[in-house]
């Protein structure tokens, strides 16, 4: 019933930038809080940032100050703008919808992306 595709992950040298988008389709009513994740090898699963509806947001320690999370309500996406990378934010990325509220029968689920990878290498 709804998708979540990401783009712009990729292989970028330390102190670079790149920016992530993720856009949900599908039949939506409303989404509470769109985030992202992110899984190092060998890792858990860990919030980078995320922000609700009402524009309220939320980061990571390790981010904070690099990264900024934007989201356009109207086309249902979320932006990760990640900014003086560094080799320690190599990881895959998940884009996350949080309470996702269906046309369909007014429940509410979560839902995933299927992850893009961010390298930061020189």
């Known amino acids: 019933q709804v998708q979540l595709v990401e783009s712009g992950g990729g292989l970028v040298q330390p102190g670079g930038s790149l920016r992530l988008s993720c856009a949900a389709s599908?039949?939506?009513?409303?989404?509470?809080?769109m985030g992202w994740y992110r899984q190092a090898p060998g890792k858990q699963r860990e919030l980078v940032a995320a922000?609700?509806?009402?524009?309220?947001?939320n980061y990571a320690d390790s981010v904070k100050g690099r990264f900024t999370i934007s989201r356009d309500n109207a086309k249902n996406t979320v932006y990760l703008q990640m900014n003086s990378l560094k080799p320690e934010d190599t990881a895959v990325y998940y884009c996350?919808?949080?309470?996702?509220?269906?046309?369909?029968?007014?429940?509410?689920?979560?839902?995933w992306g299927q992850g893009t990878q961010v390298t930061v290498s020189s």
């Open positions: 922000i609700t509806s009402g524009g309220s947001t």
């Open positions: 996350n919808a949080d309470k996702v509220v269906v046309t369909t029968t007014r429940a509410s689920y979560d839902y």
């Open positions: 599908g039949s939506i009513f409303s989404i509470y809080a």
